[in-house]
């Protein structure tokens, strides 16, 4: 009997063991976790060389991340970021007044580029009226990152960079 008792601790502490390190083990991570380190507060510049300032957040229950832009002639235009399956997506809360829909293709989370690409959009009469139409956000560092934007009206696309710096 004491035998069994030993044999059957000893068990439970072998399955104690492997199950705490299946439990430790690290989700994989994706492009959406990649972004996630952009959370907290930022300050750049435009193309003009006028400040802005950026908020990312975590909303959702962690499922989406929000950006909140802010500039001179813009007043608080949000981004929402969602992942979707192994790319990411983006609504963009125009000024405008319009809410282009844009995508990646397929992204990993060791990607420090990401070029989304326009899919759709609400409240765009026209493809004529001016919209984003792409933008390419870049991970330089855990400090600094950018977003090209592409902007298009009338059929004409110009591209506008932003350059943004972790406040500490």
Not at 56 to 76: C, P
Not at 86 to 92: K, P, S
Not at 94 to 99: H, L, M
Request: proline share 4%; with cysteine.
């Amino acid at each position: 009997m004491r035998k069994m008792i030993v044999i059957s601790a000893a068990a439970i502490v072998a399955l104690g063991a492997i199950a705490s390190r299946v439990g430790s083990q690290p989700a994989p991570a994706n492009a959406f976790d990649r972004l996630k380190t952009l959370v907290g507060e930022w300050h750049g510049t435009d193309p003009t060389r006028k400040q802005v300032e950026d908020t990312i957040r975590l909303v959702s229950n962690n499922t989406a991340l929000e950006e909140t832009f802010q500039s001179d002639k813009d007043n608080q235009m949000v981004t929402m970021y969602t992942p979707e399956g192994n790319r990411l997506a983006l609504t963009h809360y125009c000024s405008k007044g319009n809410q282009p829909h844009l995508q990646t293709p397929a992204v990993t989370a060791s990607s420090n580029e990401f070029a989304f690409a326009f899919s759709s959009a609400a409240n765009l009469a026209s493809n004529d009226d001016m919209h984003m139409h792409g933008m390419t956000l870049k991970i330089e560092d855990n400090d600094h990152f950018s977003e090209t934007w592409t902007l298009m009206a009338n059929g004409k696309g110009r591209t506008e960079t932003f350059h943004l710096t972790r406040k500490k």
